[in-house]
């Protein structure tokens, strides 16, 4: 059972390989010299060029390899699930996860002292890019883009924590250490049992395995990026009680939380051609966070609403298509990869996305399954049950 002690003390954790990589670097003037290589330094298994500082190369090497316990067969079986679920996956991470996080007041202002309030897109392609990377089939062997994009993402983790310590911008008394253990936790279930929600609302069908498998995948991520394994839920059901918890404690309005999903939703407006179907966008939104965090968001309300609920049937009648048989299958996978790559391409404008560390913050911020089988989410933990949430509600 996960309690508010538990989740007190992870607020009060970073993570102290990666802390401590970037203080060195800070510390001996080295950041931009690094940033540099890392721009070059893309591909897992590439010798690691001369003149990169000894910290760099110590932390690069101790981090190439993903935990010794991962189970390939499942993170196939992730990977798999993913491909066939693709754009639905992509709906869920922009719609669901995205606005969700910005409802974290506490990670509204992270967002805002990196500057993401300013360039939604970049955060955004980068999410996105880190998943491509990630349910490629050859995501964690040598020649791949994933672990180099994973080593990169916790350092930037790092340097956030850097800065905004050294520079007495975060009130840890109050909010705990900048990107926390609770958060970096926090941010993998948004990743993942918030996305496989979404897409339970848009009414896809998936197996209890996949689902499984998809957290699992998320899980593995998770370590890699410096989560505590033994905080880390293992499996959906106590990742439900978890995340619960973490979002009892955390979730409500602010406006950097505001401000980050109007520009998401100008962003998606702009990849949607035309203006008629911009309100769908909005109304999507509303529809998978559900109107209390909707509306601590300012996420317009409109006629479109409806139309987003219809949503599962449009999504049935595809999933109809896909299991009409090889031929199905195949255009619908066809299709979903292209309109991955399109939305990618869109959000990047056809460049690949660096992660370097930030030399500095913001200086005015203040603080593939049979359709018979449909996964159930695990129900409400005893959080939910236990506590008057009143307008604290979970998503």
């Avoid at 067969?73 to 679920?85: G, H, K, T, V």
């Avoid at 939703?265 to 769908?280: A, K, S």
């Amino acid at each position: 059972m996960y309690t508010d002690q538990t989740m007190d003390l992870l607020r009060r954790q970073g993570d102290p390989l990666a802390d401590a990589t970037v203080e060195t670097l800070f510390e001996r003037g080295e950041v931009e010299k690094f940033n540099t290589l890392m721009r070059w330094f893309t591909a897992s298994g590439q010798e690691l060029p001369d003149g990169i500082p000894d910290a760099a190369r110590q932390y690069l090497q101790e981090t190439a390899v993903p935990p010794a316990w991962v189970d390939w067969e499942i993170m196939e079986q992730a990977r798999l699930f993913f491909i066939d679920n693709n754009v639905h996956i992509s709906t869920a991470l922009a719609f669901a996860s995205m606005p969700a996080s910005y409802a974290i007041p506490r990670v509204a202002k992270l967002l805002s002292a990196t500057h993401s309030l300013e360039y939604p897109a970049r955060r955004m392609s980068e999410t996105g890019q880190f998943v491509v990377y990630l349910m490629r089939p050859d995501a964690f062997e040598s020649g791949s883009r994933f672990i180099p994009a994973v080593q990169k993402v916790r350092l930037l983790h790092a340097s956030v924590r850097y800065h905004l310590r050294r520079k007495g911008l975060w009130n840890e008394a109050i909010d705990g250490v900048p990107t926390c253990q609770e958060d970096m936790i926090g941010g993998q279930m948004c990743f993942s049992i918030y996305v496989l929600d979404a897409l339970y609302r848009l009414g896809i069908h998936f197996s209890e395995d996949d689902a499984e498998a998809y957290y699992y995948a998320w899980r593995v991520v998770g370590a890699m990026l410096g989560c505590d394994t033994e905080q880390s839920p293992p499996d959906l059901t106590s990742a439900r009680e978890w995340s619960d918890l973490y979002m009892l404690r955390n979730l409500g309005p602010s406006e950097e939380g505001v401000k980050l999903t109007e520009q998401l939703i100008r962003l998606y407006e702009g990849v949607v051609p035309g203006t008629f179907f911009d309100p769908i966008v909005a109304a999507l939104i509303r529809f998978l966070v559900g109107d209390t965090i909707a509306d601590w968001l300012q996420v317009p309300a409109s006629g479109w609403d409806r139309v987003a609920r219809t949503s599962p049937v449009m999504y049935d009648f595809l999933e109809r298509i896909e299991d009409s048989g090889p031929w199905g299958e195949w255009v619908a996978d066809k299709v979903g990869a292209v309109v991955a790559n399109l939305e990618l391409s869109s959000l990047t404008r056809g460049r690949v996305m660096h992660y370097a560390i930030p030399p500095q913050l913001k200086k005015d911020y203040g603080v593939r399954t049979p359709r018979r089988q449909r996964w159930q989410p695990p129900p409400p933990s005893a959080h939910i049950t236990r506590r008057s949430v009143g307008s604290r509600a979970a998503i």
